[in-house]
């Protein structure tokens, strides 16, 4: 035991600021990505978007002369001698050579939001101010599925009105459109509904007091037995039931519609594929060239103050690249590994992880994951998410692997053409897997059939 000095040389990988948003630029969108462009162009005053070209001859022309002297050399001269980043910009971006066209979507009106929707019917149904006042705090009180989520007495009791002028407003305004609408609960709006529809009929009626509950769970000939009718005429009110909408509400909106827009075009042209990132959404970065001849001319606290701004500029921009050309190797591998999917459809897709592709790539396996977090690509079969394409899979009795999607959608096609009044069990759907070659167990069909949201064999059938 002694105390001593020692040196040792060892390598070990420091998460610096750069590296870290280095990190973050690869997992974002394209919109995202253009977020976070148009904020540090607003903090880095170096940065600046690329202007149309008539704004940029007036700046040009407006700008003074450059000196003839060569100025001493500075730690900048690495950053500054880039006349591509400084004069031409410094990320133009692919940009797909697809013809831009008015979107359609733009030209369909949006839905307004069920508030608008009810305050609209309110004002123009109410008799008075104050069942006015109370249908608007009640319709304030709905959620996003139409449904009261307050008591009658503690709506009065906000409103310091009687329980009885609360009940008024709430009978009106659940006689609005949409049906159903401002129920307390399933029931209530299902009664509604019925009452809208003018149904009478007593055995749809006892269904939907009593046994809403044996419905869902499939209990069908129970249902039949307490009523005392066949378990065919069960099937026919549960079949009209299921055609009322248990959430009237959520036909409406914000008003505003998400659209998803990808990241990567990839698109055959004579028995290729050509890839392409989208990087329509990602504005051209620039460095004002501005800061390249007052760099000199400036005290040493300035000079400091421009040199952290310019390695921060150029770093992003680095990034931004560096973005662009792992997307591409990702995509580009995920084709060649992928060729039958592309060719030939989603049926063929094959298992495939993301080391695997990071093997092929040379790169890391975090990368490849990042690379297709929140990614989109438009194929010629569709729109996909970039995980899409990396399913687990089975062996099949060939020694073929088949992907999980693949299997599943086996599984989708035997339960569409079962007989309704038979429908196949998962031990029976797996020993028909088993028969074209797919070997999984009961247990791996259940799994993947609750994963499509398929119903048990039992809810499936049909009398």
């Given at each position: 035991?002694?105390?001593?000095?020692?040196?040792?040389?060892?390598?070990?990988?420091?998460?610096?600021?750069?590296?870290?948003?280095?990190?973050?630029?690869?997992?974002?969108?394209?919109?995202?990505?253009?977020?976070?462009?148009?904020?540090?162009?607003?903090?880095?005053?170096?940065?600046?978007?690329?202007?149309?070209?008539?704004?940029?001859?007036?700046?040009?022309?407006?700008?003074?002369?450059?000196?003839?002297?060569?100025?001493?050399?500075?730690?900048?001269?690495?950053?500054?001698?880039?006349?591509?980043?400084?004069?031409?910009?410094?990320?133009?971006?692919?940009?797909?050579?697809?013809?831009?066209?008015?979107?359609?979507?733009?030209?369909?009106?949006?839905?307004?939001?069920?508030r608008d929707h009810l305050e609209l019917q309110m004002?123009?149904?109410?008799?008075?101010?104050?069942?006015?006042?109370?249908?608007?705090?009640?319709?304030?009180?709905?959620?996003?599925?139409?449904?009261?989520?307050i008591s009658v007495p503690e709506a009065a009791a906000a409103l310091n009105v009687t329980a009885g002028a609360v009940e008024v407003a709430l009978a009106l305004l659940q006689s609005f459109d949409p049906p159903g609408v401002a129920a307390r609960d399933l029931k209530e709006c299902l009664a509604l509904q019925l009452k809208y529809r003018g149904v009478n009929d007593p055995l749809i009626w006892s269904i939907i007091n009593k046994y809403l509950p044996d419905v869902g769970e499939g209990r069908l000939r129970h249902i039949a037995e307490q009523l005392k009718v066949t378990p065919r005429e069960i099937q026919q009110a549960v079949d009209f039931i299921r055609t009322l909408d248990p959430k009237p509400g959520s036909a409406f909106g914000s008003g505003q519609s998400s659209y998803v827009t990808p990241d990567i075009t990839i698109e055959r042209v004579n028995g290729s594929y050509i890839i392409v990132v989208n990087d329509t959404q990602v504005p051209r970065l620039t460095i004002n060239?501005?800061?390249?001849?007052?760099?000199?001319?400036?005290?040493?606290?300035?000079?400091?103050?421009?040199?952290?701004?310019?390695?921060?500029?150029?770093?992003?921009?680095?990034?931004?690249?560096?973005?662009?050309?792992?997307?591409?190797?990702?995509?580009?591998?995920?084709?060649?590994?992928?060729?039958?999917?592309?060719d030939y459809g989603p049926k063929q897709l094959k298992p495939l992880t993301m080391k695997t592709v990071a093997d092929r790539l040379g790169i890391h396996e975090s990368t490849v994951s990042r690379a297709t977090s929140n990614?989109?690509?438009?194929?010629?079969?569709?729109?996909?998410?970039?995980?899409t394409f990396f399913t687990s899979g089975v062996s099949s009795t060939e020694g073929e692997a088949l992907s999980a999607s693949t299997v599943k959608q086996a599984i989708r096609e035997l339960i569409a053409a079962e007989p309704s009044g038979q429908p196949l069990s998962d031990q029976a759907i797996a020993q028909a897997l088993a028969c074209t070659g797919t070997t999984i167990s009961r247990r791996t069909v259940t799994k993947y059939r609750e994963e499509m949201g398929i119903a048990a064999s039992s809810k499936r059938k049909r009398y």
């Open positions: 035991m002694e105390f001593g000095l020692k040196l040792d040389i060892s390598q070990k990988l420091v998460m610096t600021p750069q590296l870290c948003q280095a990190i973050a630029v690869l997992q974002l969108s394209s919109l995202e990505l253009a977020e976070l462009l148009e904020k540090e162009v607003l903090e880095n005053p170096v940065l600046e978007m690329e202007e149309s070209a008539e704004a940029e001859t007036t700046a040009e022309q407006s700008q003074e002369p450059v000196k003839d002297e060569k100025p001493a050399e500075t730690k900048l001269d690495e950053y500054l001698e880039w006349e591509a980043y400084f004069n031409e910009g410094v990320y133009n971006g692919e940009v797909a050579a697809v013809e831009e066209r008015r979107s359609f979507e733009s030209m369909v009106g949006g839905v307004g939001s069920l004002h123009v149904a109410a008799h008075d101010d104050l069942s006015e006042k109370i249908g608007r705090y009640l319709i304030g009180c709905l959620d996003d599925n139409g449904y009261l989520t060239p501005y800061y390249r001849r007052v760099i000199h001319d400036i005290d040493a606290d300035t000079r400091k103050f421009v040199e952290g701004r310019l390695n921060a500029a150029v770093w992003l921009i680095k990034s931004i690249e560096q973005r662009r050309r792992t997307l591409y190797n990702v995509a580009e591998a995920i084709v060649d590994l992928q060729r039958g999917f592309f990614k989109y690509a438009a194929t010629p079969h569709g729109l996909f998410s970039l995980r």
